[in-house]
């Protein structure tokens, strides 16, 4: 009882993270993995000799991270009633759509980055043009994937919508590098940039599950503050140096004079904002009871986690 | 009757261009091209204010070109009893996915590209990050646009594999620039790079219009044997110096190395392929009589064309 009040209660307070729920999550991670391996397994098969493309492909979905999108696609339609591996396409597409993005934003003319999870991004290791395809490649493959399911229709208009938001974002952040931050600024890169492609996967997981739109808007408003969390979050760690052992450079934003929430309200503020966002999401799932344990655990996790 | 029989004949002998089809071309153009500006009308509003990425997305979509690609969509629709516009998101979606493929083509890792249509390209205006983010957007725009139309899981599904196929030709293109020149790898490049969009124009087309299986396929075919037709008079025209006028560096092929028709084949020989192809598209038509002469004229026209 006392576990169930304490998981509802909304409180922002850093999350003693549960073994059981990270053990969940280590599980989570190592069932997208392989569900990606075995999905890309014959890609040079499939896309013939002519190229390092299907290698390129491979090297950036094989990067690993925590893989934090797909598990909440998986999550949120197991949360509505999902059966088995019914959400792994649109879970496999999410992850397609983000490595796109991580691959494009890390070239010279984006965010120039040489690393990425402690190993070499893309365009270092095959060059930029084949980087700028496999990016391309693994979007449209997102929406070959989606094609494939039941709600085909509405959740390839979720992913392009996301997708073309994220794109806007990047765009925004990109071409307001350098000027004074600003807090409206700011809020419309982390909705865009971010929070967009995190409420899609909630969103994408509620309708594999074929849940009614009532719980598809919910779970979808869930993911928004997740997101805004997840970025504001992100921001502290570059600017406070913490995330040094994922392999990332840090203090990028500072140098490149970013938008991010710490540049306009300071550390300590920003902290309170995530979590703020993380209190909003959680309220959000009150109407699930305690089949949203998971979810609420992970909305916690975002704001305690150190990279 | 001696204009029907001509029009089946299979015959590859240049078009003596008749009024009348350049008048519909003409036509069609501009029914595609007004359709894409009311489109794209309020993208700055839609977009918001914080970057030139609505500027970026705009020039390039307004550069203009043949819109061959949308036109075989919309005509491929009629042959198949579509009514009014019924097809024109698709036509819109693939011009959105075409001018993607150009932006990306054209960047300096790329093609390294200064000038289309006789205009700056985007990455020259705008600089390489926004011209990689508006070819991303258009991208996932196309996907947006078919999401909303009836038969969305099959246009998704056409245009999705043949973005990838796109995708793999250009990087077997790129990667093997330089090397001794090979007919199978030119194939495998002409194949991906150029007619796979062009099948799956006449795929969404026929889709649009709720066409059977049988004729999707056939119009399909149509349009594979019409995008190889026009690749290699692409190469035939830029080993020969013929599209000066269109604002395009010429012998540029040769200067990179290209795995071109013509230099493996030679200029002649690479025509009298192009007429074949024409000749095989010619003959798929034959079940739909007098209803493809448009589509006729159109493969004929390929081959005729100085640019």
């Given amino acids: 009882m006392r576990k169930v009040q304490e998981s509802q209660s909304g409180s922002s307070a850093c999350l003693e993270a549960r073994a059981s729920f990270l053990d969940w999550l280590e599980k989570s991670r190592a069932t997208v993995d392989a569900a990606l391996s075995a999905h890309f397994k014959q890609l040079e098969t499939t896309l013939g000799p002519h190229s390092r493309l299907p290698a390129a492909v491979q090297y950036s979905v094989r990067l690993g991270g925590k893989r934090l999108r797909p598990i909440l696609v998986l999550e949120t339609a197991r949360v509505c009633g999902g059966e088995g591996e019914q ?45 700028i395809l496999a ?137 309170a904002q995530a979590g703020r966002e993380v209190e909003a999401a959680l309220k959000v799932l009150d109407p699930f009871g305690s089949r949203a344990e998971r979810l609420r655990d992970l909305a916690r996790y975002v704001i305690c986690r150190d990279h």
């Avoid at 649109?90 to 965010?111: G, K, N, Q, R, Y």
């Avoid at 590098?177 to 982390?190: M, Q």
């Fill in 135 to 271: 990016g391309d490649w693994l979007a449209a493959h997102a929406f070959t994937l989606l094609a494939a399911t039941p709600r085909a229709p509405e959740l390839v208009a979720a992913l392009a919508h996301a997708t073309e938001q994220m794109i806007e974002g990047q765009g925004a952040d990109i071409e307001n590098e350098g000027r004074p931050a600003d807090l409206e600024l700011v809020r419309y890169i982390h909705a865009r940039k971010t929070a967009a492609l995190i409420e899609a996967c909630c969103r994408l997981g509620a309708l594999s599950a074929g849940a009614a739109e009532e719980n598809v808007a919910t779970l979808a408003q869930y993911g928004h503050h997740l997101g805004l969390a997840f970025q504001i979050m992100d921001d502290v760690l570059d600017a406070s140096g913490a995330v040094e052992k994922l392999g990332k450079s840090v203090h990028k934003d500072a140098v490149a004079a970013k938008q991010t929430y710490p540049a306009t309200l300071g550390l300590a503020e920003s902290r």
């Fill in 87 to 131: 959400a792994m396409p649109a879970a496999l597409a999410v992850e397609c759509l983000h490595t796109f993005s991580l691959i494009h934003d890390d070239l010279p003319a984006m965010d120039d980055d040489d690393l990425r999870r402690g190993q070499l991004t893309n365009h270092k290791v095959f060059g930029e043009a084949l980087a």
